[in-house]
């Protein structure tokens, strides 16, 4: 019979990584404490209008905000796939509620917010608690991890504390640290540069010409907000060979959206000069480059380091070796079903502390990381890009580890149809959909009928 071990535990971040790997801790025994720094649980979710204030000499500065969340946000994925295992994401009725199945941002804060209370986690959670420093206790003893704390309650001084726990889980999330290209002539150019980490609304940008930098996700969706408000929109991509055949309808469509190569060096006098010889003269810059992890608080000295967005190195993304089980990661992979992932996590980190899961060896960590990394360069994936899972089979045998149960096919489906019709339809996809036989299945199946009762329609 396995002797379980009862760990005192720090959770740092209370978004949707941080509070169902507390939850899973508890679950098993372990004393934790959430550190958010916020005034309430949501993470990214939390959204945050304020993103500026004026200095003294009346200029406009951006504030140090975590939510990268704009106003107009809606899911990507469908609600039927976003909730944890055991927890739905309903319907729900009620004025503010957003009964969408792709529904906006604050309905996914409030699905958190009801996590939260229905399994007694704010109880757990120490709010307006900004984490300064983690690092080993003692240098002779990894299985402690030094915590310094800046608290404080609304109105009142900060209080600095420093606690010693058994382990830290870091769960700060991966969407606040802006991405920059480097660009000839960006420490000059005079006029508006902005990250779409601070866009919120496009008022800002009425009438003006805008560049927008990047095609992802959050490039493709700020374009077409832009082209209803912006006197030009021009969008330069890396490679037009990336364009979706949706993204590229809605380019055709829109007379004021046009699409751009590369920036070749922004001008003194306004100009953007694009690599193909063309230029425009620009208001704004707007810059849908992605974010970089960081954790600016972390002191493993030089054991886990973040190189050219590679965190590292991680046994499967969770733990690095030499100071395992002491300190882990919740939330670093992306491009996955992230709510059941996240849930996997929790419980196999918290398994392997209560001595219910077993880790290999420091050494054989290493050795796998090392293969992993071989075969993410054998199939052309950039470091960058280590941390992208895409596939489903790596989900299911990650949640082999902890006896957590498989992605269930429906929502694979649902998910694989979803990206299918943003690709075919980038508009409208939220609002028509052709998944009616996937979605019968869904709400049959044990996770929404058995849980927490009917979902209302």
């Known amino acids: 019979m396995v002797s379980k071990k009862k760990w005192s535990v720090c959770v740092i971040g209370a978004g949707p990584s941080g509070l169902v790997a507390a939850r899973e801790l508890r679950k098993e025994g372990h ?3 959430v550190l958010e720094q916020k ?14 204030k004026e200095d003294p000499l009346g200029q406009t500065k951006f504030l140090d905000v975590h939510s990268s969340i704009y106003t107009s946000l809606r899911l990507l994925s469908p609600r039927e796939i976003m909730g944890y295992t055991d927890f739905p994401f309903f319907v729900k009725e009620g004025p503010g ?14 699905y958190l917010k009801e996590f939260s209370v229905h399994f007694g986690l704010r109880e757990l959670i120490r709010f307006n608690t900004r984490v300064e420093y983690v690092g080993i206790a003692n240098y002779y003893d990894n299985n402690k991890q030094k915590v310094d704390e800046i608290g404080s309650d609304v109105g009142s001084e900060e209080v600095v504390v420093e606690e010693v726990f058994d382990a830290v889980v870091v769960a700060n999330g991966h969407y606040s640290h802006p991405r920059l290209p480097s660009i000839k002539g960006m420490d000059t150019w005079k006029r508006k540069q902005m990250h779409s980490h601070v866009y919120r609304v496009p008022k ?14 959050s490039g493709q969706d700020l374009s077409m ?3 209803g408000v912006a006197k030009e929109v021009h969008i330069s991509a890396r490679s037009q ?3 979706t055949e949706g993204f590229s309808t809605v380019i055709s469509k829109y007379e004021n959206l046009h699409l751009r190569p590369q920036i070749k060096s922004l001008e003194e006098d306004g100009r953007i000069l694009f690599v193909d010889g063309s230029f425009v003269v620009a208001d704004a810059i707007l810059y849908c480059t992605g974010y970089t992890y960081s954790f600016p608080f972390l002191d493993t000295k030089g054991t886990v380091a973040v190189e050219d967005n590679r965190v590292g190195p991680l046994y499967h993304h969770t733990f690095p070796p030499s100071l395992a089980p002491s300190l882990s990661f919740v939330g670093i992979p992306r491009k996955i079903i992230a709510f059941p992932f996240f849930e996997s996590q929790g ?7 209560s001595g219910k899961r077993k880790l290999p060896s420091p050494d054989d960590m290493m050795h796998h990381i090392h293969q992993f990394y071989r075969q993410r360069e054998a199939d052309g994936i950039p470091k960058r890009d280590t941390h992208d899972i895409i596939h489903f089979e790596y989900c ?3 949640a082999d580890q902890a006896d957590f149960p498989h992605l269930e096919e429906w929502r694979k489906k649902m998910c694989l149809v979803a990206l299918d019709n943003s690709y075919a339809n980038l508009e409208t996809y939220r609002d028509s959909w052709d998944d009616d036989e996937l979605l019968q299945e869904a709400l049959q199946s044990p996770h929404f009928t058995q849980q927490l009762g009917p979902i209302i329609t």
């Open 396 to 398: 299911d045998m990650y």
């Open 347 to 353: 419980k196999w980190i918290a398994q392997v502390l």
């Open 225 to 227: 907000e832009l082209a």
């Open 31 to 33: 004393r934790v404490v």
């Open 39 to 52: 005034h309430d649980v949501g993470g990214q979710w939390l959204y945050d209008p304020n993103i500026e």
């Open 97 to 110: 509620r957003d009964p969408r199945r792709f529904p906006g941002h604050k309905e996914l804060w409030l």
């Open 204 to 217: 800002a940008f009425q009438n003006q010409v805008v560049v927008v930098v990047g095609n992802s996700l």
């Open 241 to 243: 060979n990336t364009l």
